[in-house]
T-cell receptor, first 114, second 114 residues
Framework: NAGVMQNPRHLVRRRGQEARLRCSPM?????VYWYRQLPEEGLKFMVY????????ESGMPKERFSAEFPKEGPSILRIQQVVRGDSAAYFC????????????FGQGTRLTVV | AQSVTQLDSHVSVSEGTPVLLRCNYS??????LFWYVQHPNKGLQLLLK??????LVKGINGFEAEFKKSETSFHLTKPSAHMSDAAEYFC????????????FGAGTTVTVRA
C-alpha cells in the first residue's frame, strides 16, 4: 500500500500563472485534507474533502484557490493567478472513514512563485 | 471548536539529556491527540497518538506522551535525546465527533547539541 502521493514535489510558477497540485490518498482512504506551511510557520488547515464533497473549506482563501476530490482520480488543489505570497509547502493528508484514526501525510509540494 | 498551543517555539538540548515538548489543547468534545515530527524538507511522520485508551502513550523512537485531562495537556517526552531527533514537532488535536479536521499547533523546533 503506497503512502500518500503528492506531485509534483517542486513547482515553480511565474506570477499570474496557475498552479495545480495533486494528491493521491492511500488506498481505502476517503478523507483528504490540504494544509499550507509558510516559511518558518506551522501547518495551517485549508480544506477537508471527502469523495466529491467539500466538507470544510474554512481555511481556504476566498479568491483564486479551489479544491476538488472527484470520484475517480486524485484530489486537486488549484491556485489561479499565483502571487509571491502563495510560495509555500502544501501538504496533503488522507485518512480512512474511521474514528480515532490518524491522518497520513504526503511529502508535500513546494511551490515557488517567481 | 478546538485548538492547540505549543508552549515552546524552540527547544535546545544536549545529546543524551531528556527532551520535553509542551502542548496544551482545548476541545469541546473528547479529543484525539497526536504528535507528528517533520524533518527538514520532509513530510510529516506520526510519532504517537492518544485516542481515549491508556493515558500514557508510547510512540516510535523512544518518545512518549501523557494525556492529562485535568490540565488539558499532552506533553511529549524522551528520556535521552539523539542527534537524529533534531526536527520540528507538531501537536495535533482532532475532535472527530464534531468534525474530522486536524488542528495543528505552531510547532516546536528541537535542536540537539553534541
Amino acid at each position: 500500500n503506497a503512502g500518500v502521493m503528492q506531485n509534483p514535489r517542486h513547482l515553480v510558477r511565474r506570477r499570474g500563472q496557475e498552479a495545480r497540485l495533486r494528491c493521491s490518498p492511500m488506498k481505502g482512504h476517503s478523507h483528504v485534507y490540504w494544509y499550507r506551511q509558510l516559511p518558518e510557520e506551522g501547518l495551517k488547515f485549508m480544506v477537508y474533502l471527502q469523495k466529491e464533497n467539500i466538507i470544510d473549506e474554512s481555511g481556504m482563501p476566498k479568491e483564486r484557490f479551489s479544491a476538488e476530490f472527484p470520484k475517480e482520480g486524485p484530489s486537486i488543489l488549484r491556485i489561479q493567478q499565483v502571487v509571491r505570497g502563495d510560495s509555500a509547502a502544501y501538504f496533503c493528508a488522507s485518512s480512512p472513514p474511521n474514528e480515532n484514526t490518524e491522518a497520513f501525510f504526503g511529502q508535500g509540494t513546494r511551490l515557488t512563485v517567481v | 471548536a478546538q485548538s492547540v498551543t505549543q508552549l515552546d517555539s524552540h527547544v535546545s538540548v544536549s545529546e543524551g539529556t531528556p527532551v520535553l515538548l509542551r502542548c496544551n489543547y482545548s476541545s469541546s468534545y473528547s479529543p484525539s491527540l497526536f504528535w507528528y515530527v517533520q524533518h527538514p524538507n520532509k513530510g510529516l511522520q506520526l510519532l504517537l497518538k492518544y485516542t481515549s485508551a491508556a493515558t500514557l502513550v508510547k510512540g516510535i523512537n523512544g518518545f512518549e506522551a501523557e494525556f492529562k485531562k485535568s490540565e488539558t495537556s499532552f506533553h511529549l517526552t524522551k528520556p535521552s535525546a539523539h542527534m537524529s531527533d533534531a526536527a520540528e514537532y507538531f501537536c495535533v488535536v482532532s475532535a472527530r465527533v464534531q468534525d474530522y479536521k486536524l488542528s495543528f499547533g505552531a510547532g516546536t523546533t528541537v535542536t540537539v547539541r553534541a
